[in-house]
């Protein structure tokens, strides 16, 4: 049963860096698939951030590209998310997700509130 | 890279059917046949009910049937239960893997 679980600080103060990690379990991030991050903010609908391979190839949301970063990491099972210079815009909750195509399976999402 | 377009709403009486639209452009739902759905419960996980446009995912009842038509794509509940009731979505892969979302329909059960 493919699990995934994000994990990160609920509060970021305005300007700086929002991080989060994914932890996946009962799959090898090596094994294939791509992984996602995808947002929701309050009251509004889903919104896809990026998604990563195993190989480390990354693809962005244009809309979010020049401050978002994700990487992988094999020896935890791990994907995590950077994004810089947050606002109270990017107030959501963030979900982690395997994409096969689309997501399939999904993380139980993430709270992140930018306020100071 | 725009959201697709679905209805905000839909409603219909237990036993009848609602049928919800995502409207793409040919760079995502009719230029691929990549197209989910989602079934969304406030605070918690999205759940996956339809995929590659017309398959049910695991576990999904044969009420739940998706449809594709050009740059529209379209989820069929028949039969609705008061379970249903939720906010669905819809996702297409836009190339390039790019991924786009859906606007969001909240569903009621009358």
């Known amino acids: 049963q493919v699990q995934l679980q994000e994990s990160g600080p609920g509060l970021v103060k305005p300007s700086e860096t929002l991080s989060l990690t994914c932890t996946v379990s009962?799959?090898?991030?090596?094994?294939?698939?791509?992984w996602g991050w995808i947002r929701q903010p309050p009251g509004k609908g889903l919104e896809w951030i990026a998604n990563?391979?195993?190989?480390?190839?990354?693809y962005y949301n244009p809309s979010l590209k020049s401050r978002v970063t994700m990487s992988v990491d094999t020896s935890k099972n791990q994907f995590s998310l950077r994004l810089t210079s947050v606002t109270a815009a990017d107030t959501a909750v963030y979900y982690c997700?395997?994409?096969?195509?689309?997501?399939?399976?999904w993380g139980q999402g993430t709270l992140v509130t930018v306020s100071s | 890279q725009s959201a697709l377009t679905q209805p905000p709403s839909a409603s219909g009486s237990p036993g009848q059917s609602v049928t919800i639209s995502c409207t793409g452009t040919?760079?995502?739902?009719?230029?691929?046949?990549?197209v989910s759905w989602y079934q969304h419960h406030p605070g918690k996980a999205p759940k996956l009910m339809i995929y590659?446009?017309?398959k049910r995912a695991s576990g999904v009842p044969d009420r739940f049937s998706g449809s594709k038509s050009g740059n529209t794509a379209s989820l069929t509940v028949s039969g609705l239960q008061a379970e249903d009731e939720a906010d669905y979505y819809c996702?297409?892969?836009?190339?390039?893997?790019?991924?786009?979302f859906g606007t969001g329909t909240k569903v009621t059960v009358l």
């Open positions: 997700a395997r994409i096969d195509w689309n997501p399939d399976y």
């Open positions: 009962g799959y090898s991030v090596t094994s294939g698939y791509h």
């Open positions: 990563i391979y195993r190989s480390g190839s990354t």
């Open positions: 040919s760079s995502d739902v009719g230029g691929y046949k990549f």
């Open positions: 590659e446009v017309s």
């Open positions: 996702s297409s892969y836009a190339g390039s893997n790019n991924n786009v």
